[in-house]
């Protein structure tokens, strides 16, 4: 069964920089890629960015585009999502997740728990 925990989150102001590792274990020959997504008191949660477990491609979310890196590590089976520029409206919930052939890179099928980023004034 494929698992993943995140970590990394916490309070930062805005302008500083944060980043979130996610670890992957139990990846099946149908996971292609790693997403992260977030989710924010009172709204849906949003995909933020992506990256191919082959290649390294990588696929961003305008609102994070220029700002955040998402990288990987096959070796050690990990994801780390680098975020500059930090602002008060990317405070969320951070979810990493697998992503799969049928799922694409938009959905998932596997979730992390989850870590917090705060970014205050």
């Known amino acids: 069964q494929v698992q993943l925990v995140e970590s990394g989150g916490g309070l930062v102001q805005a302008g500083d920089s944060l980043r979130l590792s996610c670890v992957v274990s139990?990846?099946?020959?149908?996971?292609?890629?790693v997403g992260w997504f977030r989710q924010a008191p009172g709204k849906e949660r949003e995909w933020v960015a992506t990256i191919t477990w082959d290649l390294g491609r990588t696929d961003y979310a305008d609102s994070v585009k220029g700002r955040f890196t998402l990288s990987r590590d096959n070796a050690k089976s990990m994801t780390f999502l680098q975020m500059n520029s930090l602002r008060p409206a990317d405070s969320a919930v951070y979810y990493c997740?697998?992503?799969?052939?049928?799922?694409?890179?938009?959905?998932?099928?596997?979730w992390g728990q989850g870590t917090q980023v705060t970014v205050s004034l």
């Open positions: 997740a697998d992503q799969s052939y049928s799922t694409g890179p938009r959905g998932a099928d596997h």
């Open positions: 139990g990846r099946t020959s149908d996971s292609f890629a």
